[in-house]
């Protein structure tokens, strides 16, 4: 039952998609072929996912989807957005590093950072500045497609001069209407009590939907939403990060080192094997001319295979490695999984499998990287596919280590000619970087896995995760009212000694006008 209903809303989906493309064609269109850029509307009548994003943040009705999406393509033609580029914008704005993509939230979202006291209101600027947001913007949604936003203001050491209301009503409207369902949410830190009134204004531009995204919070209660690992030292965290430019901060992706021993439920032979790679990893990290050696390739038809040892061996490399279902059809290879590696909660649930296929003529190379090196085993971490056959790359989590979801992998693919395996080293020293295909993948924590593998198993496996996580959202918004009334309540506490200054003052005056009046009418 359940199945027919998710078919049902998969095809009243699908008709929705294919409505909106219908009539953004014959009603806006037609008017017009210079109105918006060719590359937007190719992509609009291509990506399902695009089309989807649009109608999800209009409640799928599909005219005010059709206006959204006319808005939004206006805005990218007007700006060029597909050619933006570091060039484009000011260097010095750049310099400033008031704007920057760096770490994840606690829900592993990409932090979106405004460093408010570093914006000065100044027109002759607001141009470039609204380049240079779309810039940060563009740049990461070509890298992570359809991935949510949370975008912090740090409003610490701010005042009336850093705001300009026209700029934030622009950022707004970037999450509002030219990047929907970016917007996972906004957090507001140390905002000032004399700002109120100016927030009260900007919500009014801001709907329902966006609203409910706003988080106002203090440094001492923004590790809510943001782990310490990300948070600079004045906000209690422990992040070294310091901005600085060139370069541009990027995802800190790192080739994983293979050194840590064997993994939990490997036998003794695979354990040698893999601290005989381990060894080959770590003097290939150190020096980029040593090369990994050359894997087995798996055929994506398993019946290719004659050799009954080669099913053993890829057999017992992939025991235990959680399969992948979804798949990314890339120019030069097939990634599956299509975006998230699931890890469990369980020591034998510690195992992922990544499958590549080379979908062209020649022979493709490829290398995984990762954030989290010290965490990781990856199996093999760099090597190359043949055409038309395919490759299992095992990631494992070694020993006591627990998968984070902000946690990321990035997959690096370049077509090869005429180049032997020997010269992988020197042949990612010489690819343009034009040339390279890049797919990252994010983590997820299966935390009711070891839940469902109980002996209670007739009962419902999700009741327990959705109502720990109903009342971990019911318990943080309960937190947050409290931080919203203590601050409330703060401010009518300064209001009233303010208040109280000043009536001591004007008894204080009035005073001094009696006793000037009594002396001025004593008789000489």
């Known amino acids: 039952m359940a199945e027919v209903e998710t078919q049902e809303g998969e095809q009243d989906l699908q008709k929705k998609i294919e409505e909106t493309r219908l009539k953004f064609k014959s009603e806006f269109l037609q008017d017009s072929t210079d109105k918006y850029d060719s590359r937007d509307v190719e992509r609009l009548q291509n990506n399902d996912a695009l089309v989807e994003w649009y109608l999800t943040w209009r409640v799928y009705v599909v005219d005010d989807t059709l206006k959204m999406i006319d808005e939004s393509f206006q805005w990218r033609k007007e700006f060029d957005v597909n050619d933006l580029t570091e060039s484009v914008v000011p260097k010095w704005m750049f310099e400033t590093g008031a704007v920057y993509l760096h770490g994840y939230d606690k829900e592993g979202n990409k932090l979106f950072w405004f460093k408010v006291r570093l914006h000065v209101k100044d027109a002759k600027t607001t141009l470039d500045k609204k380049k240079y947001v779309a810039f940060w913007l563009e740049r990461y949604a070509k890298k992570e497609p359809g991935m949510p936003l949370t975008v912090v203001f740090d409003m610490s050491d701010s005042g009336f001069g850093n705001i300009d209301m026209d700029f934030v009503k622009y950022i707004i409207n970037c999450f509002k209407v030219y990047y929907p369902k970016f917007l996972s949410k906004m957090i507001i830190v140390d905002m000032p009590w004399m700002m109120n009134a100016a927030w009260k204004i900007i919500k009014s531009w801001l709907g329902p939907e966006a609203i409910s995204k706003l988080k106002f919070t203090s440094k001492s209660e923004v590790q809510m939403y943001i782990g310490p690992e990300y948070l600079p030292p004045y906000m209690g965290g422990t992040d070294p ?210 839940a469902a593998a109980s002996p209670l198993r007739d009962g419902p496996m999700e009741t327990a995760p959705s109502g720990q996580q109903d009342f971990n959202t019911a318990l943080m918004r309960m937190m947050t009212c409290t931080s919203r009334m203590e601050q409330k309540l703060n401010t009518c506490l300064w209001v009233q000694k303010v208040l109280v200054v000043l009536v001591l003052v004007l008894v204080a005056l009035n005073l001094l006008c009696l006793y000037l009046l009594g002396t001025t009418q004593q008789p000489s």
């Open 241 to 450: 990060f310091k901005y600085s430019y060139p370069p541009l901060p990027d995802d800190d992706f790192q080739t994983p080192i293979s050194d840590n021993g064997p993994i939990v439920s490997e036998d003794e032979t695979e354990s040698k094997e893999g601290e005989l790679e381990s060894r080959e990893t770590l003097e290939s990290s150190f020096s980029s001319e040593i090369v990994a050696k050359p894997k087995k390739v798996n055929f994506q038809e398993e019946n290719v295979r004659t050799e009954d040892n080669d099913k053993a061996d890829a057999g017992a490399k992939t025991k235990g490695a959680r399969k992948p279902l979804t798949t990314f059809n890339g120019p030069l290879l097939d990634v599956s999984p299509a975006e998230e590696l699931t890890f469990g909660s369980g020591d034998t649930e510690k195992k992922c499998l990544i499958i590549l296929s080379n979908v062209t003529r020649n022979q493709v190379a490829f290398k995984v990287r990762t954030t989290a090196p010290e965490k990781y085993r990856v199996k093999p971490s760099s090597n190359s596919c043949d055409p038309g056959a395919s490759v299992d790359i095992i990631v494992s989590l070694h020993g006591g280590s627990q998968a984070s979801p902000q946690d990321r992998f990035l997959v690096m693919a370049a077509e090869m000619e005429n180049t032997s395996t020997q010269e992988l080293a020197q042949f990612w020293k010489d690819v343009p970087k034009a040339k390279v295909m890049e797919h990252r993948l994010r983590c997820n924590v299966l935390e009711g896995v070891k």
